[in-house]
């Protein structure tokens, strides 16, 4: 009978002996026991921050490059800042891009490379296509 009570009571002592009971002896051991699970989630966050904005924003970076790329004369282009024009000439050893902003007076302006923000198409839109 006394087997058994010894039994019964072993996982009562471990509990008695936790975390808790270690910083009640006084071995200045705060609780710990984290580590182990802290470890997977701080991968995970890093992994879901790679999946969620790192990919994506090398990916529109990939294609951006690739526009600026293809960008030839007789292009229509629009700036960062919003002027529409026709592509004349290319450098790309100067990394400039001449412009023609006006028909009529044939203004035209040097900018460079990376401050075009799109290519327009002449295409028309895509409702105005299936009709």
């Known amino acids: 009978m006394e087997a058994i009570l010894v039994q019964l009571a072993r996982p009562m002592v471990l509990l008695a002996e936790g975390p808790a009971g270690q910083a009640a002896k006084g071995d200045g051991g705060g609780g710990g ?3 182990p699970f802290l470890l997977p989630l701080i991968g995970l966050l890093l992994l879901l921050f ?3 904005v790192m990919r994506p924003q090398k990916r ?12 030839k ?8 800042g919003g002027i529409y024009g026709v592509v004349t000439n290319v450098h790309r050893e100067a990394d400039q891009v001449t412009i023609r902003v006006d028909e009529s007076s044939n203004l035209k302006i040097r900018v ?9 198409g002449d295409e028309p839109a895509d409702g105005a296509a299936k009709k």
């Open 50 to 52: 790679y999946f969620m």
């Open 73 to 80: 004369p007789n292009d229509h282009v629009v700036t960062i």
């Open 112 to 120: 460079t490379f990376n401050s075009i923000a799109r290519i327009v």
């Open 60 to 71: 529109d970076q990939a294609r951006r490059q690739d526009m600026l790329n293809a960008v």
């Open 33 to 35: 026991g984290g580590g």
